[in-house]
C-alpha cells in the first residue's frame, strides 16, 4: 500500500474541513438586520438569501410589545400563499414571540414553507409585503 505525503494528508483534511463547513446548517435571520416588520418585501428578501437548506434555522425577530402585526403564520398550499388566505393556516408565532432573540423555524422537510402575517388586518400580506416562501435542498 503505498503511503500518502505530508502535503497531500494535509490536502486531504482541508478538503474534508472544507465539506464538513459547507454542510453546516445556517442561522438566518429574516429580514436581515432589520428583522420581521411591517412594510418590508420579503419575497425579494428570500429571492436575495436563497437557495435554503435542509435544517437551516429561519430566526423571526420582531418588537414584542406590539399588536398583533407580528405574527407568522405558515400557511397550507400555495393558493393560499398566494390569496393570503388564512384558513387552515398554523400560528407558528404569537406576537409577544419575536422578542428578544426571536423565535426560530427549523427546515427539516423537503417541501415548500408558505410564511406570511395576518397582521394589519392581512394587508401587508395582500399587498405583497410580509409574506415569502422557502424551499429547502439538500447539501451537497
Same mark, same amino acid.
Given at each position: 500500500?503505498?503511503?500518502? #505525503? $505530508? ?10 474541513? #472544507?465539506?464538513?463547513?459547507?454542510? !453546516? ?8 438586520? !432589520?428583522?420581521?416588520?411591517?412594510? =418590508?418585501?420579503?419575497? /425579494? *428578501?428570500?429571492?436575495?438569501? #436563497? %437557495? ?7 430566526? =423571526?425577530?420582531? %418588537?414584542?410589545? !406590539? ?12 393558493? #393560499? $400563499?398566494?390569496?393570503?388566505? =388564512? ?24 417541501? @415548500? +414553507? +408558505?410564511?406570511?402575517?395576518?397582521? /394589519? ?10 409574506? =415569502?416562501?422557502?424551499? %429547502? *435542498? @439538500?447539501?451537497?
Amino acid at each position: 500500500m503505498a503511503r500518502l #505525503s $505530508y502535503a497531500t494528508k494535509a490536502c486531504l483534511l482541508l478538503v474534508a474541513a #472544507s465539506l464538513l463547513a459547507a454542510c !453546516e446548517a445556517r442561522t438566518i435571520v429574516v429580514g436581515g438586520s !432589520e428583522g420581521w416588520h411591517l412594510g =418590508f418585501n420579503y419575497t /425579494d *428578501w428570500a429571492l436575495a438569501n #436563497s %437557495p435554503f437548506y435542509f435544517n437551516d434555522k429561519l430566526v =423571526f425577530k420582531y %418588537p414584542a410589545d !406590539e399588536a398583533s402585526a407580528y405574527t407568522v403564520y405558515l400557511l397550507p398550499n400555495l393558493g #393560499s $400563499y398566494i390569496r393570503c388566505d =388564512f384558513n387552515g393556516s398554523k400560528l407558528v408565532a404569537n406576537s409577544n414571540q419575536g422578542g428578544g432573540k426571536g423565535f426560530e423555524v427549523v427546515l427539516n422537510q423537503w417541501k @415548500p +414553507y +408558505y410564511f406570511a402575517s395576518k397582521g /394589519d388586518k392581512g394587508d401587508q400580506c395582500n399587498d405583497g409585503l410580509m409574506k =415569502f416562501f422557502a424551499v %429547502p *435542498w @439538500p447539501r451537497f
